[in-house]
């Protein structure tokens, strides 16, 4: 059972980027996805999420507008699509399948979620 999130690199603020986080042994249809991010020196965000069924999103202030999250259910991936990105987004970017309050963001507090490992988004000239 196993989460990678794939996609960071280097991009130029205003730019676009789609991370990916694909599902092994297991159907991530079948609970909601978070993602968070963590910020050299800050503490870790939960940025958006997506219920189980897909429809129901949540985004945080920071990225709302911006980022679109979305599943892609024979692929077994869930999507953040990132655009007009800026330094401050800049961090390690992870999935995971927490719950999703549709008020409050994703629920990190499931001793039984999956988590990826993570992948480095750099916003800069």
């Known amino acids: 059972v196993q989460l990678q999130a794939s996609g960071g690199g280097l991009v130029q603020p205003g730019g676009s980027l789609r991370l990916s986080c694909a599902a092994s042994?297991?159907?991530?249809?079948?609970?909601?996805v978070g993602w968070f991010r963590q910020a050299p020196g800050r503490e870790r965000e939960g940025i958006s999420c997506i219920s189980a069924d897909g429809p129901n999103t949540y985004y945080a202030d920071s990225v709302k507008g911006r980022f679109i999250i979305s599943r892609d259910k024979i692929k077994n991936t869930a999507y953040p699509q990132m655009n007009n990105v800026q330094p401050e987004d800049t961090a390690i970017y992870y999935c995971?399948?927490?719950?999703?309050?549709?008020?409050?963001?994703?629920?990190?507090?499931?001793?039984?979620?999956?988590w990826g490992h993570g992948t480095l988004v750099t916003v800069s000239t």
């Open positions: 042994e297991f159907t991530l249809s079948h609970y909601p």
């Open positions: 995971a399948t927490v719950g999703c309050n549709l008020k409050y963001g994703p629920e990190a507090v499931d001793p039984h979620s999956v």
